[in-house]
């Protein structure tokens, strides 16, 4: 689970970062396809993010863009592809909690998968932090199930200190925060930035898999680096 979470990670980072060509999905054996599903809900916003990408062979393969008769829907609304980033995606307003993705290739066949979010915050009373030291962050909303991972970011006032915190030990209500990890972010004002994704495994996919994510991201905290 460890390897899965740091390969999760690498991925996102990587997608946040770099734009993406893509080509076009009739060219390729379908059962080659590798599928990724995301929903995605930011409390900042209060926006839910749908969303699908498609790969040749796996997930660091060429994006595709669907050809022909082939689409994807959540819960029976279509997502439109966006050519610089290569996903599909839908907005919602609001917090959507589950829903069904569904996606037929170009051979007419049909896949469908369900995902569901499952809820994150900051605990209250947290707004200092010292940096000397190793510090216990808690979070609301039930301890950490199976499949599930915890990301926090705390991203201080100096250029390049933001600081990554993990944790996926089941039954887990809080992240321990290290103190080299700590004093290597700048004293003074500093955003944290939290967030829960729940890996289930996909459900159904070509013989080239996929993966799927219930995601949120809870309201950002401001935070004193003491």
Known sequence: ???????????????????????????????????????????????????????????LGTNLQLAGDSKVTFEGDPLTFNPVLAYYEREYAGFVATGAFE??????SLFRNTVEIHPISFAPGIDTIDRSQSYELFWEDGELKANEIILLTINGENEGDAR???????????????????SEIGQGPGTAFLERSYLPGIQEA?????????????????????
């Open 206 to 226: 070509p013989t080239a898999g996929g993966r799927i994510t219930g995601r949120q991201r809870a309201e950002n905290l401001e935070v004193y680096m003491k």
């Open 164 to 182: 990554i915190f993990s944790t996926n030990d089941v039954g887990a209500t809080s992240i321990i925060l290290a103190k080299d990890k700590l």
């Open 1 to 59: 689970m460890k390897t899965q979470f740091f390969f999760f990670c690498a991925l996102l980072c990587g997608l946040a970062i770099f734009s993406c060509n893509s080509e076009s999905s009739d060219t390729v054996d379908q059962d080659r396809i590798f599928t990724v599903y995301e929903l995605f809900y930011n409390a900042n916003q209060d926006k839910t993010y749908a969303r699908a990408t498609f790969h040749f062979s796996n997930e």
């Open 103 to 108: 996606w037929t290739d170009t051979d007419g």
